[in-house]
């Protein structure tokens, strides 16, 4: 018996099958089961279902032709040609579920993703090392239970002047220093400082008061290896009974060891600024050479430089083809970088804010966030931190 592609017998599928014939209604339904077992794809079985289960598929057609047989035999050809069209339709049912599941595990593999294969990556971007420190010093202080403030960019003249006890012809006021918001007679100015924020923050809280005060600061400086005329400063500000110049140094020397490592201290050398009272500079023993003045590699190695390195977490890096012996470049054989100013908060500040400068007394510093990375982290080249090259930032890695 030859056969079409689907396995129909030929002769069979135009007239039918006669549903008397035993033998021909089982080898319909034989010829059936075995295309649907041949059936090697789910498209394949569609057409099998089709040919053997379709309107003109013989056993349809034999189904059909039961209507025309006479009364008695119509009952036994109904078992017949039923039971053999129930045995079809449930082998074609078992065989889609055996195809099914071999569609599925053959798509399980074929598409499979080897998530380890290479791809065209980006770049991941890291955060600038100037905002990282930022937020370390936020910490730190909010570690000492202060408050953290920000203050604005753009800055009253008499916030960032006349309330900080600058005379009307200080120098500072010059346009050659500060940044002046057109028209000038708006009396806006660019900050040059974060110190307008001890003004601001005391009309706003009053005291006793303790915060810090992150942010950008302008002054009309070009851009050089060791200027930028955007830079960041981190203003300290305490006001509260009974503060002295001691409680000043015990929070600077904190800071600096935070900073710093182990072992770092700061210490005070005269000053003046108009807003503070005693005024003094900060410096900060220098992290490089540990206050020795000698360049790295004269210090023993379990010294205070290593301790500085330990501590911090951070690469202190010598300056190349610094000979062991030669004074220390990071501080010019000094011992010590100047770290900003600070002092006792000038009385004439405390009542142009409303604060009673018989009770209260308070302290102030402001300290420079591009030095310390600068010193702590030898970067060299202030313009490295304002040029947004990526490969800078990626050295400091990708911390959020
Ligand atoms: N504002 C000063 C400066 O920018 C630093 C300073 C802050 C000094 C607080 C004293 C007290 O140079």
């Known amino acids: 018996m ?11 599928s135009a007239g039918g099958v006669d549903p008397t014939d035993a033998d021909a209604v089982e080898s319909a339904a034989g010829a059936a089961l075995d295309a649907l077992a041949a059936a090697a794809d789910l498209d394949a079985l569609t057409a099998v279902v089709r040919a053997h289960t379709g309107d003109r598929s013989p056993l349809a057609l ?33 065989r889609r579920a055996v195809l099914e599941a071999e569609r599925d595990a053959a798509v399980l593999v074929t598409e499979a993703l080897d998530l380890t294969q290479p791809t065209a990556r980006r770049p991941r971007g890291a955060r600038h090392p100037l905002g990282l420190l930022v937020e370390e010093v936020e910490d730190f202080f909010s570690g000492l239970g202060w408050g953290v403030l ?17 005379g009307p012809d200080h120098p500072a006021r010059q346009m050659q220093d500060t940044f002046v918001v057109d028209p000038p007679q708006d009396g806006l100015v660019l900050r040059t400082h974060t110190s307008p924020a001890q003004a601001r923050a005391l009309l706003e ?9 992150p942010g950008k600061v302008f002054r009309t400086d070009e851009l050089d290896a060791t200027h930028t005329p955007v830079f960041t400063q981190v203003e300290g500000l305490a006001v509260d009974e009974h503060l002295t110049m001691a409680h000043l140094r015990g929070v600077l020397d904190a800071l600096a060891v935070a900073m710093f490592g182990a072992g770092t201290t700061t210490r005070l050398r ?31 190695a379990s010294g205070p430089a290593t301790a500085v390195q330990d501590a911090v977490g ?25 770290w900003g100013g600070c002092g006792m908060v000038n009385p004439h500040v405390l009542r142009a804010v409303g604060v009673d400068p018989e009770r209260y007394t308070g302290f102030a510093f402001g300290m420079g966030i591009e030095r310390t990375l600068m010193f702590r982290n030898g970067v060299g080249d202030m313009r490295d931190m304002v040029e947004g090259d990526p490969r800078f930032s990626r050295q400091f890695g990708a911390g959020v």
Request: glycine fraction near 14%; charged fraction near 20%.
């Open 2 to 12: 030859t056969g079409s592609p689907e396995g129909v017998p030929s002769g069979v």
């Open 62 to 94: 034999a189904n059909r032709a039961i209507g025309q047989l006479p009364g008695p035999s119509k009952a036994e050809a109904g078992k017949r040609v039923g039971g053999a069209r129930r045995r079809v339709g449930v082998a074609a049912a078992e």
């Open 150 to 166: 920000e203050g604005p960019e753009v800055e009253a003249e008499w916030f960032n002047f006349d309330a900080l006890n600058f």
């Open 205 to 213: 809280h009053g005291a006793p008061l303790y915060v810090a005060v």
């Open 270 to 300: 005269p000053n003046f600024f108009p807003f503070t009272e005693p005024s003094a500079e900060m410096d900060v023993r220098c992290p490089v050479c540990a206050g020795t003045g000698l360049a790295p590699g004269e210090q023993a």
């Open 314 to 338: 951070t690469q202190v890096v010598a300056a190349a083809g610094e000979a062991a012996g030669a004074p220390c470049r990071t501080c010019g054989s000094t011992g010590w970088i100047e």
